[in-house]
């Protein structure tokens, strides 16, 4: 069974970027889709960006789109979340995830998470 760890977390002033990164030990990292995940206080968890396999699809939820960008070593077993622009809004604990679907955006087809870095972005 893969297990996820997330690190890069922090505060950053709007306008800034973080590097999210997430370290899978355990399993056969190449066979997932690698997903990034956010959750506000107060709310539900969202759908930030997945990764194919081998890293040669990427989706992106509307609200990153041109500002975050996904990427995967397969080597290190690691997947990265490069978040530029970030904004307020942005706020959240963002959580890696993995799954065997392509594509998959719907926190529900994901059966392996990490437990969260927080990300802060003041104004």
């Known amino acids: 069974q893969v297990q996820l760890v997330e690190s890069g977390g922090g505060l950053v002033q709007a306008g800034g970027s973080l590097r999210l990164s997430c370290a899978a030990s355990?399993?056969?990292?190449?066979?997932?889709?690698m997903g990034w995940f956010r959750q506000a206080p107060g709310k539900e968890r969202e759908f930030v960006a997945t990764i194919s396999g081998r890293g040669s699809n990427k989706w992106y939820a509307n609200s990153v789109k041109g500002r975050f960008t996904i990427s995967r070593d397969n080597t290190i077993n690691t997947v990265y979340l490069q978040m530029n622009s970030l904004k307020p809004e942005d706020t959240a604990i963002y959580y890696c995830?993995?799954?065997?679907?392509?594509?998959?955006?719907?926190?529900?087809?994901?059966?392996?998470w990490g437990q969260g870095t927080q990300v802060t972005v003041s104004s």
């Open positions: 355990g399993g056969s990292f190449s066979v997932y889709a």
């Open positions: 995830a993995a799954t065997r679907v392509a594509g998959a955006q719907s926190r529900e087809m994901y059966n392996i």
